[in-house]
């Protein structure tokens, strides 16, 4: 039981790249969520998806997309990367009949 | 704008102290609060939770909330060096599926 993974890890990209974010869950969860994290500023809410085949945008939603997959999982993808977009980001999932949130280890990226 | 607001920080305690750390929120609509424990370059792991005016114990850790005066506490008893991290306060909004943090208390526990 792995809980949520994320790839990559580690990643730099030159300002106009573009990339993926993976994440999936095996807790049958029927929410998913991404969090960017910048030092001071705590977690901030990008998209979340309530349920397979849905997708709202959070609080900080503009240069990225998300796909909700399946069940399992929901990706997040930067067009054309930018500087500002340098971060750690999480993925979470939950359960609706209990609320909290359940974190994947993080991916670390910078754009140059 | 709802917010959630903490002392960044740094709390600074002996070990063996109770280490007391606040959150506040503006919205009077909320309805579930969480207490993230996040080590360093690590990912928040959910440490309490709390729904209900009152005290929630487990462990040595305890959840307080007051929300007539909008504000939910976290108490950790007998704190010990492994306790050094930064606390986030997570608050949820009527039935919605979101949840919005505070920016993270940071606390220090001397041995």
């Known amino acids: 039981n792995a809980g949520v993974t994320q790839t990559p890890k580690f990643q730099v990209l030159k300002t106009g790249q573009s990339m993926t974010l993976q994440c999936a869950q095996d807790?049958?969860?029927?929410?998913m969520y991404w969090y960017r994290q910048d030092p001071g500023m705590g977690l901030r809410l990008i998209y979340y998806?309530?349920?397979?085949?849905?997708?709202d945008k959070g609080e900080v939603p503009n240069g990225y997309n998300v796909s909700r997959l399946n069940k399992r999982e929901f990706s997040l993808r930067l067009e054309s990367a930018a500087p500002s977009q340098t971060s750690v980001y999480f993925c979470?999932?939950?359960?609706?009949?209990?609320?909290?949130?359940?974190f994947g280890p993080g991916t670390r990226l910078t754009v140059l | 704008q709802k917010e959630v607001e903490q002392n960044s920080g740094p709390l600074s305690v002996p070990e063996g102290a109770i280490a007391s750390l606040n959150c506040t929120y503006s919205?009077?609509?909320?309805?579930?609060f969480f207490w993230y424990r996040q080590y360093s370059g690590k990912s928040p792991e959910l440490i309490m939770f709390?729904?209900?005016?009152g005290d929630k114990e487990d462990g040595r850790f305890t959840a307080q909330l007051n929300k007539a005066s909008q504000y939910v506490s976290l108490l950790i008893r007998d704190s010990q060096p492994s306790d050094s991290a930064t606390y986030l306060c997570?608050?949820?909004?009527?039935?919605?599926?979101?949840?919005?943090f505070g920016s993270g208390t940071r606390l220090l526990v001397r041995p």
């Open positions: 997570a608050v949820n909004w009527d039935s919605s599926y979101k949840l919005i």
């Open positions: 709390i729904y209900s005016n």
């Open positions: 919205d009077r609509g909320s309805q579930s």
């Open positions: 979470a999932s939950s359960d609706l009949a209990e609320g909290w949130q359940f």
């Open positions: 998806s309530a349920s397979e085949g849905t997708t």
């Open positions: 807790m049958n969860h029927n929410s």
